[in-house]
Nanobody, 117 residues
Framework: QVYLVESGGGLVQPGGSLRLSCAASGIISRSYSMGWYRQAPGKQRELVASITTSGTIHYGDSVQGRFTISSDSAKDTVYLQMNNLRPEDTAVYYC???????????WGQGTQVTVSS
């Protein structure tokens, strides 16, 4: 069982920045992917960014160049630095943990990010 604790959401003006954190605890695999998905009202959940234990990174097309994912493997924690935020980035952001080459997934409770003036 893996538990994910998210922090860092909130309200920010367009063009502003936020940093999300997600810490994993419990039985942690040596080979995993952690990252962030988001879901806006009426839309499907979509990938924001992910990073594997080997350092492979993926970004969703809409955040490329604005968001940066990083990790602290010693703490099993990932960070999402979000810059130049836009109103369309408004969504609930969910942390995801996935054991590589398996169907094993864990999700955080979600944190609200609202971009509005």
């Amino acid at each position: 069982q893996v538990y994910l604790v998210e922090s860092g959401g909130g309200l920010v003006q367009p063009g502003g920045s936020l940093r999300l954190s997600c810490a994993a605890s419990g039985i942690i695999s040596r080979s995993y992917s952690m990252g962030w998905y988001r879901q806006a009202p009426g839309k499907q959940r979509e990938l924001v960014a992910s990073i594997t234990t080997s350092g492979t990174i993926h970004y969703g097309d809409s955040v490329q160049g604005r968001f940066t994912i990083s990790s602290d493997s010693a703490k099993d924690t990932v960070y999402l630095q979000m810059n130049n935020l836009r109103p369309e980035d408004t969504a609930v952001y969910y942390c995801n943990y996935r054991i590589l080459f398996t169907d094993s997934n864990s999700w955080g409770q979600g944190t609200q990010v609202t971009v509005s003036s």
